[in-house]
């Protein structure tokens, strides 16, 4: 019975085989499993069902053409390239400014800045000279022959050391105002100052040998030193002034008569 039921099965497989040759036929034919078979590989390969994008390099363009640029690529022109126009136009000759005599400005073109009354409506950009106002104080002497202390306001130039800028504008002398009202200064001609500085509430100047010079005697003497401390401590953190003669101490000046071996101040006179 199992030989009998396996003759049958195979029977029935020849048959369908046999009944569908020519499709199998054709089937192996179309994929090429035949050819496979017998080794065959003469045949062309056959395109894939999908479609590629072609990866064919494009043809080069002809020789002497140049690749258009595209964005924003700058394109340099070459150096054998002509010109559109060839003609240059030289600039018209202006005429020339006589002594004395403003330059026009050419029709149609704007004045040029600096010129005419522009220039003189234009600020000027100079940095003005830096200066500040100080005390300075003189002496005015009376028909009795009595000497008074006057303090005279004056703008002096400024640096940045504000106690020399005062001595120094005291020790150049009464200006034409000071002179109008009678002011003199008792501090002797080439005075010169060496040196200032202050230490706490105590400016220390130094003076040249032409300090001790005086030609008014001792009154004289007693006037420059009034006019000196009262110029210094006219400054808010100055309270008296300590006297040098080319950088030393002395106790006296005009030998014993003036006492200058301690810092002076308003009410040593």
Known sequence: ?????????????????????????????????????????????????????????????????KPQPSGDVVVESDAEAEPESSVETEPEAKPEAKPGMAAKPSAGSEPEA????????????????????????????????????????????????PLSDAINALLAGPDAKDV????????????????????GSTATLNFSEAFERSTYGIEGYAGQLKQIV??????????????LIEGERRDFLAGESIYIGAPLSRNSF
Not at 18 to 35: P, Q
């Open 1 to 65: 019975m199992g030989c009998l039921l396996w003759l049958g099965a195979f029977s029935l497989i020849f048959i369908v085989f046999f009944l569908n040759l020519g499709t199998i036929r054709e089937t192996l034919t179309r994929t090429g499993f035949a050819d496979l078979v017998r080794g065959d590989d003469t045949t062309e390969p056959r395109q894939p069902l999908s479609s590629e994008p072609s990866t064919a390099e494009p043809e080069p363009e002809p020789a002497g053409t």
């Open 114 to 161: 600096g010129t005419g009354a522009a220039a003189a409506a234009k600020p000027s950009t100079t940095v003005p000279a830096r200066t500040r106002m100080a005390s300075l104080y003189f002496v005015r002497i009376d028909d009795d022959g009595v000497m008074a202390r006057v303090e005279s306001k004056r703008v002096v130039p400024a640096t940045d050391a």
């Open 180 to 199: 109008a009202k009678q002011l003199i200064s008792l501090v002797p001609e080439g005075t010169r100052l060496l040196s200032a500085r202050v230490s």
């Open 230 to 243: 009262y110029t210094a401590t006219a400054f808010p953190n100055v309270t008296d002034v300590r006297i």
